[in-house]
């Protein structure tokens, strides 16, 4: 089976990556998906972005990283998958993403949602909580992987 984990990434977490590992288990493929105009304002721009998951998905064989644009269900199609990867952390998290699978399914009734629960190490996190504490002077080791810590880093020292 081939999957989608679409998401905006910015920037790309352990957690995401907790979820891309554990769902490559039991796929054939997983095609990490990069949105190139998500509905939120980014920390980091699109090429930064697909960079960064490409570097930090680089030694997991099985993963491709791709950028896309418009319905998540297109372009699933457009890759002959018919399932769609995520990760689900709170009940919060929940309800956004019930009516993001409904919506889906509406849309596209042959392809699948398939929700992984979040790891409780990263059950709390956010790319949100990461920039907050990056631009605080936290430490966040814990909670991205080397190249990703390095690129906030810099970003917070420019800003
Ligand atoms: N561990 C820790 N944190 C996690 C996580 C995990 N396993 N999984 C997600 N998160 C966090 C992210 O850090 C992010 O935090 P933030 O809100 O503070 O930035 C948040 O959860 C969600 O981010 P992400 O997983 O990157 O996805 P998204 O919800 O931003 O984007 C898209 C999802 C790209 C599919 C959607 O927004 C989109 O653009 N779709 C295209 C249009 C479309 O098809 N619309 C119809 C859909 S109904």
């Known amino acids: 089976m081939k999957a989608i984990y679409p998401g905006t990434f910015d920037p790309i977490t352990n957690g995401h990556i907790d979820i891309a590992e554990r769902a490559v288990s039991f796929l054939d493929e997983l095609i990490v998906a990069v949105a190139k105009k998500p509905s939120k304002n980014c920390f980091f721009s699109y090429p930064e972005r697909l960079g960064l998951v490409q570097e930090a998905l680089s030694s997991i064989s099985k993963i491709k990283v791709l950028g896309f644009e418009g319905l998540v269900v297109d372009f699933a199609r457009i890759q002959k998958s018919n399932a769609i990867i995520r990760g689900l ?9 019930f009516k993001m699978a409904l919506t889906n399914k509406n849309l596209s009734p042959e392809i699948e949602t398939l929700f992984l629960m979040t790891h409780p190490q990263y059950s709390f996190m956010s790319s949100q909580l990461i920039k907050e504490i990056a631009f605080l002077g936290g430490d966040l080791a814990n909670f991205l992987p080397p190249e990703v810590l390095k690129a906030v880093n810099q970003k917070r020292n420019e800003g």
């Open 89 to 97: 952390r709170t009940m919060s998290d929940f309800e956004y993403e």
